[in-house]
């Protein structure tokens, strides 16, 4: 069952499985619930399941048990333990008289029977979020970080190599920003830069992925978004970033727009486009917009 493609997450973590519990096309609790009988699949969820399942191969089941418990279990047993597990849910329903549902029966078989779970905790799905969210962010300025925008790019680029769901991508780099900490102190450097990140926050659309990428550069994904919208968009973002230091000096920003195309089929190809356009930008006089050639 796809050996190949489970060859591919041998080196899967545990602050993998996290996410991808949390993944658009994750296996969420309700999913797996409607899976295992707790109420009617679908039939876009009987085919998305199809998919994941095509796709995972054996990992599938290891998938199944791991949203349900958040324990990890390999996937040589996942499928066995998966079956034994309906099979307790179908035992104690019948017992009981009613549904019990596929997380009750989970936890029950896999503690309580045979011991796999020593200590079992429930963990809602907000807080499994909350948690995953911690180690996604930046601290300073609350926008994702650098780890999460290249799974995020890399995932959009790969929704529009398969269904041509259209993305662009902004980079911003603030413009002097050494000349800000030499001249008023790293202090005041972070503050610039935890402004930039609410600015960020408050301007961008709720579709939109606003990451620091790192030191003084931003950069905001933009699903469903063509590179005319997204120049727009980072014109408006130009305006809003702007900030006021002492003695009249306005600290300004940069910005390279790009999208994909037949340029750019990988998350690489379009971050280097934005980049170029970015670095011509900082060419040009910098405190402008420069929307990659390729993509007009």
Same mark, same amino acid.
């Given at each position: 069952m796809m050996e190949s493609n489970n060859s591919s997450h041998l080196k899967e973590t545990d602050a993998d499985r996290r996410r991808g519990i949390?993944? *658009?096309?994750s296996l969420s609790l309700d999913l797996v619930s409607a899976l295992a009988? *707790?109420?009617?699949? +679908? @039939?876009? !969820? /009987?085919?998305?399941l199809s998919e994941i399942k095509k796709r995972r191969g054996l990992r599938f089941f290891s998938d199944l048990l791991y949203s349900i418990t958040h324990q990890y279990f390999?996937?040589?047993?996942? !499928? @066995?333990?998966?079956?034994?597990?309906? %099979?307790? /849910? &179908?035992e104690l329903s019948t017992a009981l008289g009613r549904n019990v549902g596929i997380a009750v029966a989970a936890l029950d078989y896999l503690s309580n029977i045979t011991g796999n779970m020593g200590s079992a905790t429930l963990v809602v799905e907000a807080h499994i979020e909350e948690i995953v969210g911690l180690s996604l962010s930046d601290g300073l300025t609350g926008l994702f970080n650098h780890t999460y925008f290249f799974q995020q790019i890399d995932? @959009? #680029?790969?929704? &529009?190599?398969?269904?041509? +769901?259209?993305?662009?991508?902004?980079?911003i780099d603030i413009d002097d920003f050494k000349k800000v900490n030499d001249t008023y102190g790293h202090l005041e450097g972070d503050r610039i830069l935890a402004a930039m990140g609410r600015t960020l926050?408050? #301007?961008?659309?709720?579709?939109d992925i606003c990451?620091?990428?790192?030191?003084e550069e931003f950069a905001v994904i933009l699903p469903l978004t063509d590179v005319h919208e997204a120049g727009t968009i980072a014109d408006r973002l130009k305006n809003e970033l702007a900030e006021h230091l002492p003695g009249g000096w306005t600290v300004t920003v940069s910005i390279g727009v790009a999208s994909c195309g037949k340029d750019?089929?990988? &998350? /690489? *190809? $379009?971050? !280097? /486009?934005? *980049?170029?356009? $970015? &670095? %011509?930008?900082k060419k040009n006089g910098k405190n402008r917009v420069v929307v990659s050639a390729e993509g007009k």
């Open positions: 949390l993944a *658009d096309d009988g *707790d109420r009617s699949l +679908t @039939e876009a !969820e /009987k085919n998305r390999a996937p040589e047993v996942a !499928e @066995e333990l998966w079956d034994e597990v309906l %099979q307790h /849910k &179908y995932f @959009e #680029v790969r929704r &529009y190599t398969r269904y041509g +769901t259209m993305v662009s991508l902004v980079l926050i408050r #301007v961008a659309r709720d579709s990451c620091r990428y790192g030191g750019a089929g990988t &998350y /690489k *190809d $379009l971050v !280097e /486009k934005a *980049d170029a356009a $970015l &670095y %011509q930008a």
